[in-house]
């Protein structure tokens, strides 16, 4: 089984401050011995606001430089989305740091605009998720879109509202974080599904199968959407595992879990796939900006 999670967060897993799991650090091994070999990691606010330039420049830099190299060691391809997450859009701090993104936007390790869209629905979630969507159709590179976890159907049809006044084309667009309630209101629309299968705020892999059963695996992408709380990078694959439990064949296994997200992010003409079992095999080893993942750099 070949994975790849198209929505992550695996900076926000490395601290022990964030994270409950004792294995975060090792989750890159973890997820390489269950078949992930390519990831894309979205721009995340942290736990609190990245308040000025140079603290989002560093979450953004980390997510082209250091988190590739470190994923990599492990024999896992690594891309990235960058965005200012619609959380952060609410604090007037952050709003002017959307003239930071055209600077990495056009960096050969990003691959879409993400995560945009909404959090609580304010105006200025509004001009800050049409800002961005702008930024996309300018730097022709598709979208991540993050729906609300609360009031989440009004949440899904604002975006689509959203999506559609922006002139984007609907299939370069990824809707994220759906349920049983709210699948439906897009599946016809042309944008692409995300269903993060995540312990707290998402999916499980069985509703996940029903879902797929009831809909189908087109245009559907399934993520871990792992992060700084109580969640498994590894549910990608135990999504998998159901799937075939519940009758559908390798093919559509494969479908769903790679080679849908390489459509949908090999849009941006940017995903680089090439030598990936002999990544996977012989992993690199070697340094970035003199940095190592050994303990005291030997």
């Given at each position: 089984?070949?994975?790849?999670?198209?929505?992550?967060?695996?900076?926000?897993?490395?601290?022990?401050?964030?994270?409950?799991?004792?294995?975060?650090?090792?989750?890159?091994?973890?997820?390489?011995?269950?078949?992930?070999?390519?990831?894309?990691?979205?721009?995340?606010?942290?736990?609190?606001?990245?308040?000025?330039?140079?603290?989002?420049?560093?979450?953004?830099?980390?997510?082209?430089?250091?988190?590739?190299?470190?994923?990599?060691?492990?024999?896992?391809?690594?891309?990235?989305?960058?965005?200012?997450?619609?959380?952060?859009?609410?604090?007037?701090?952050?709003?002017?740091?959307?003239?930071?993104?055209?600077?990495?936007?056009?960096?050969?390790?990003?691959?879409?605009?993400?995560?945009?869209?909404?959090?609580?629905?304010?105006?200025?979630?509004?001009?800050?998720?049409?800002?961005?969507?702008?930024?996309?159709?300018?730097?022709?590179?598709?979208?991540?879109?993050?729906?609300?976890?609360?009031?989440?159907?009004?949440?899904?049809?604002?975006?689509?509202?959203v999506v559609a006044e922006s002139g984007v084309e609907p299939g370069?667009?990824?809707?994220?974080?759906?349920?049983?309630?709210?699948?439906?209101?897009?599946?016809?629309?042309?944008?692409?599904?995300?269903?993060?299968?995540?312990?707290?705020?998402?999916?499980?892999?069985?509703?996940?199968?029903?879902?797929?059963?009831?809909?189908?695996?087109?245009?559907?992408?399934?993520?871990?959407?792992?992060?700084?709380?109580?969640?498994?990078?590894?549910?990608?694959?135990?999504?998998?595992?159901?799937?075939?439990?519940?009758?559908?064949?390798?093919?559509?296994?494969?479908?769903?879990?790679?080679?849908?997200?390489?459509?949908?992010?090999?849009?941006?003409?940017?995903?680089?796939?090439?030598?990936?079992?002999s990544a996977a095999a012989n992993p690199p080893v070697g340094t970035?900006?003199?940095?190592?993942?050994?303990?005291?750099?030997?």
């Amino acid at each position: 089984m070949r994975i790849f999670d198209p929505h992550i967060q695996m900076t926000s897993r490395t601290s022990p401050r964030r994270c409950s799991w004792p294995t975060a650090t090792n989750d890159y091994e973890r997820m390489a011995a269950a078949g992930v070999r390519a990831v894309v990691e979205s721009a995340f606010w942290s736990g609190q606001p990245h308040i000025s330039p140079a603290s989002l420049a560093d979450h953004f830099d980390l997510l082209v430089g250091w988190e590739p190299f470190r994923a990599g060691e492990f024999g896992v391809r690594h891309h990235a989305t960058v965005a200012l997450h619609p959380k952060e859009a609410n604090d007037p701090r952050c709003r002017p740091l959307l003239d930071l993104l055209p600077r990495y936007l056009d960096r050969d390790a990003v691959v879409a605009v993400g995560e945009i869209g909404y959090d609580s629905m304010t105006p200025e979630e509004d001009e800050a998720f049409a800002a961005q969507l702008a930024l996309a159709i300018a730097h022709d590179l598709p979208a991540l879109v993050h729906t609300p976890h609360r009031d989440k159907a009004q949440g899904v049809e604002r975006s689509l509202a959203v999506v559609a006044e922006s002139g984007v084309e609907p299939g370069r667009v990824v809707l994220d974080h759906f349920d049983e309630m709210t699948v439906g209101l897009v599946r016809h629309t042309g944008c692409w599904l995300g269903f993060s299968i995540h312990p707290d705020t998402g999916m499980s892999p069985p509703r996940t199968v029903e879902l797929l059963r009831a809909y189908g695996p087109e245009r559907v992408l399934v993520n871990s959407a792992a992060d700084r709380g109580r969640s498994d990078p590894l549910l990608t694959r135990a999504t998998g595992e159901a799937m075939l439990l519940a009758g559908f064949t390798d093919d559509d296994v494969d479908r769903v879990l790679w080679r849908n997200p390489v459509e949908f992010y090999g849009q941006s003409g940017r995903l680089d796939l090439t030598d990936l079992e002999s990544a996977a095999a012989n992993p690199p080893v070697g340094t970035w900006a003199g940095n190592s993942i050994l303990r005291g750099g030997s």
